[in-house]
């Protein structure tokens, strides 16, 4: 079975513009999260969903924004980008109540 | 809001040698999960922790449960090369992981 998938590896991308994350979750969970991860420091929560629905979301700007498909794939959208905002990026499904499986990330640099 | 804190931030060891870090929070916990994230890799999931008091060993690595669920440790007998790592604990429940910011552990042959 193919894990958690995640586009693009890495992405470089010009203050103030926009940004697509992409990820596909192990066949069968419903739920994804997103993270991001500053060299050196632990994951920060950004968004949970579920069933399509936003159950959680963390201390990030409006400019974070994210979806669910009924594929239960999901994106995590980035507007307006700063140099801060350049990190890895990971994604993470699991079942309810289970621990969660991290895809390999978007590493994102912001220039 | 709920914090976890993980001790130490740093270890260096000598191969053979036993190595613990510790997650300690000022809250109850519902659940501990305990990740270890190899340099240039993603967190990958190590075990979770429900009751008061629980302990399980997966071969070498030893992780408790506080009685008042409140603090963790993991322990590792032996240490690997292989061990090399960060390992983070995260507190809460399936919602919204909070994390701490990891042990990271460096391992001499």
């Known amino acids: 079975d193919a894990g958690v998938t995640q586009s693009p590896t890495h992405l470089i991308k010009t203050r103030g513009q926009q940004v697509t994350l992409r990820c596909s979750p192990i066949s069968g969970h419903k739920s994804v999260s997103w993270y991001q991860q500053v060299l050196g420091q632990g994951p920060q929560f950004i968004f949970q969903?579920?069933?399509?629905?936003?159950?959680g979301r963390g201390n990030f700007p409006d400019r974070f924004s994210a979806r669910q498909f009924p594929n239960y794939s999901s994106e995590l959208n980035v507007n307006a980008l700063l140099l801060g905002d350049s990190a890895l990026y990971l994604c993470?499904?699991?079942?309810?109540?289970?621990?969660?499986?991290f895809g390999s990330g978007t590493r994102l640099t912001v220039v | 809001g709920q914090q976890v804190m993980q001790i130490p931030q740093y270890q260096h060891v000598q191969e053979g040698e036993d190595f613990t870090t510790y997650c300690n929070s000022s809250?109850?916990?519902?659940?501990i999960q305990w990740y270890k994230q190899r340099p240039g890799g993603h967190p990958v999931f190590l075990i979770q922790?429900?009751?008061s008091g629980e302990v399980k060993k997966q071969k070498r690595l030893t992780f408790q449960f506080g009685e008042a669920k409140k603090n963790s440790s993991l322990h590792i007998t032996a240490t690997q090369t292989t061990d090399v790592g960060t390992y983070f604990c995260?507190?809460?429940?399936?919602?919204?992981?909070?994390w701490g910011l990891g042990t990271s552990l460096a391992v001499n042959p």
């Open positions: 922790l429900v009751k």
């Open positions: 993470a499904s699991s079942f309810e109540g289970e621990g969660y499986t």
């Open positions: 809250t109850t916990l519902s659940n």
């Open positions: 969903y579920y069933e399509k629905e936003e159950r």
């Open positions: 995260s507190a809460g429940n399936n919602r919204k992981l909070i």
